[in-house]
Nanobody, 118 residues
């Protein structure tokens, strides 16, 4: 399973670091990513990272958000800087995981709330 943490209430211009930890009978974690869903809007991709460390970002967050992962800890992070009120959303982590015995599926974390005040 995936467990997201690190959200909170911050002022515009502030920073947060979100974490996502995977647990269970994990053989390999492939692609991982962060998504967000604001009230009344669809869930959208924020950033993704491959097992080799290649990244891609949504245009709206490029230059402010940094995704990273620690394969030894089965963890992923999202450093969020220069927060804007429009970044307010529930942030979800997602990962393609191959478990033991061999079954590959996409998993979602429970979400962590990020609220940015102006």
């Amino acid at each position: 399973q995936l467990q997201a943490s690190g959200g909170g209430l911050v002022q515009a211009g502030g920073s947060l670091r979100l974490s996502c930890a995977a647990s269970g009978s994990i053989f390999r974690i492939n692609d991982m990513g962060w998504y967000r869903q604001a009230p009344g809007k669809q869930r959208e991709l924020v950033a993704r990272i491959t097992s080799g460390g290649s990244t891609n970002y949504a245009a709206s967050v490029k230059g402010r958000f940094t995704i990273s992962r620690d394969n030894a800890k089965n963890a992923m992070y999202l450093q969020i800087d220069s927060l804007k009120p429009e970044d307010t959303a529930v942030y979800y982590c997602n990962a393609e995981i191959t478990t033991i015995p061999a079954l590959t599926m996409y998993y979602w974390g429970q979400g962590t709330q990020v609220t940015v005040s102006s």
